[in-house]
């Protein structure tokens, strides 16, 4: 407050590092590929959920994104945990 006139500062919080964890068998680059998240992005909620949702329609794998203060203020750091199996597919011929 400055001469009776508050002033306000909103600041677009942003990604700051991702990491990807608890993965076997698909890659550290599938899941970021998959989870379209980069570094500098504004964070989004309807974005978020919508980019798990799509990582989370693979069968053989599930993610959760973890939060946690970034290093840099304004910026918020997501862990991608993962929990995946073997891919195997049977298929059966007539």
């Given amino acids: 407050m400055h001469d ?5 500062c909103v600041e677009e919080y942003r990604l700051g590092q991702i990491t ?7 890659s550290d680059r599938i899941i970021r590929n998959a989870s379209n998240l980069h570094p500098k992005d504004t964070l989004a909620l309807q974005n978020l959920q919508a980019d798990l949702a ?14 946690r203060p970034g290093q840099k203020a304004g910026t918020t750091d997501v862990d991608l945990q993962v929990s995946d199996r073997f891919p195997r597919l049977y298929v059966q011929f007539f």
Avoid: Q
Wanted: no cysteine.
């Fill in 20 to 26: 990807v964890s608890g993965n076997r068998w698909f």
């Fill in 54 to 67: 799509w990582i989370n329609g693979n069968p053989f794998r599930t993610v959760d994104m973890i939060y």
């Fill in 4 to 8: 009776g006139i508050l002033h306000i």
